[in-house]
């Protein structure tokens, strides 16, 4: 998580989405990143409006924004499948080294994921909060041109962006059979990412 506080804008790290890169890109210019833990790092939005936003209301900034990336929903989960491929990975329980593509994507739309799937959502971490609390700006993860070119207007700085934290090429291809059912059963998902428009969606305040 980078916050801006002249800026007020805070880019939220969804997992998967290239936050790593911006972070390394502007982390040196942000007035805080949170690296650690993992859990207030990639603070989902109803993390970030229970313990973030109070604490920028209170030190006068009600008014922050926040931004975050949502990459298209079977090549975010290619991602996680072969992140979690690494040798490093190797004879622990959440490796997918020894499964196909097929067997990780069909753990994962279970009802009760088992560990080596238990990944999160893309859904839940940008899903607004009853008080209004929402994802002010919003990008598709192929749209990173115009992220980039967003940023770089609100900030008032050039990004350039290097690769950081990049899954293994792993071959990850999905049956046609497992892609339909994923699309059944993450249908929310995939409307959600159908939606963000190219330039991205933001909300007027």
């Known amino acids: 998580m980078l916050v801006f506080w002249k800026e007020k804008l805070t880019i939220l790290a969804v997992p998967k989405t290239g936050t790593t ?12 990143v949170v690296r650690d833990p993992p859990q207030l790092k990639h603070a989902p939005v109803y993390r970030y409006n229970r313990f ?12 922050m924004e926040t931004l975050a990336v949502m990459r298209e929903p079977i090549s975010w989960l290619s991602s996680w499948y072969r992140y979690r491929a690494r040798p ?9 080294a020894r499964m ?3 067997d990780f994507v069909n753990a994962y739309i279970k009802g ?22 929402e994802v002010t700006h919003l ?7 115009a992220m980039i070119a967003w940023i770089a207007h609100r900030l008032r700085r050039d990004i350039t962006l290097e690769r950081a934290n990049v899954s ?4 990850a291809s999905l049956s046609p ?28 305040a």
Do not use: C, W
């Not at 293994?168 to 071959?171: L, Q, S």
């Open 21 to 32: 890169a911006l972070e390394h890109a502007l982390g040196n210019h942000a007035d805080l």
């Open 52 to 63: 973030f936003r109070p604490m920028f209301e209170k030190q006068g900034a009600p008014d």
């Open 88 to 96: 490093f990975m190797e004879g622990k329980p959440n490796s997918t």
């Open 100 to 102: 196909s593509f097929d």
């Open 112 to 133: 009760e994921k088992p560990g080596f799937a238990n990944v999160g959502s893309q859904l839940k971490f940008l899903e607004p909060r009853p008080n209004g609390t």
């Open 139 to 145: 990008f598709r993860y192929d749209d990173q041109e």
């Open 168 to 171: 293994p090429k792993v071959p």
């Open 177 to 204: 059979e497992v892609e339909r059912k994923a699309k059944r059963k993450l249908t929310a998902e995939f409307e959600l990412y159908a939606s963000i428009p190219d330039g991205g969606r933001h909300v007027k």
